[in-house]
């Protein structure tokens, strides 16, 4: 049965994100990359992306929320399908070299984005 299988990454607005990700690296310890995030190693080799928005990104609209969580799912085709049995519709869909996505709305307004990593190429 499709299901959620971890957290996929955390997004959320920050009125200075450079300064939320420096206080980040310098008290937590957190690796961040030149793109303005931190990767974790999550199981079965994927991973979680942590990152600071700007304030005024329209990335989560339509959510009125300051976050998005994103969620790694084994199968995007049946978490939607499951949703969809339940009257929960997609925002949208995206396929990208690295895996498809997914938007949807939580019922407390916060926009949830689903991910299925790429499968790998066999031999690879």
């Given at each position: 049965m499709a299901k959620?299988?971890?957290?996929?990454?955390?997004?959320?607005?920050?009125?200075?994100?450079?300064?939320?990700?420096d206080w980040y690296a310098?008290?937590?310890?957190?690796?961040?990359?030149?793109?303005?995030?931190?990767?974790?190693?999550?199981?079965?080799?994927?991973?979680?992306?942590?990152?600071?928005?700007?304030?005024?990104?329209?990335?989560?609209?339509?959510?009125?929320?300051?976050?998005?969580?994103?969620?790694?799912?084994?199968?995007?085709?049946?978490?939607?399908?499951?949703?969809?049995?339940?009257?929960?519709?997609?925002?949208?869909?995206?396929?990208?070299?690295?895996?498809?996505?997914?938007?949807?709305?939580?019922?407390?307004?916060?926009?949830?984005?689903?991910?299925?990593?790429?499968?790998?190429?066999?031999?690879?």
């Amino acid at each position: 049965m499709a299901k959620v299988l971890g957290l996929g990454g955390v997004f959320f607005k920050a009125e200075d994100p450079k300064a939320v990700r420096d206080w980040y690296a310098r008290v937590l310890g957190f690796e961040v990359h030149d793109w303005g995030g931190a990767l974790f190693e999550a199981p079965k080799g994927s991973q979680a992306t942590w990152s600071p928005f700007a304030a005024d990104t329209d990335y989560f609209a339509p959510s009125a929320s300051p976050f998005m969580i994103n969620f790694i799912v084994d199968d995007i085709d049946g978490v939607l399908a499951r949703a969809a049995a339940e009257g929960v519709e997609p925002l949208g869909r995206q396929d990208e070299g690295y895996g498809r996505f997914a938007w949807l709305m939580d019922p407390a307004g916060v926009k949830i984005e689903l991910w299925e990593a790429a499968k790998a190429e066999p031999g690879a």
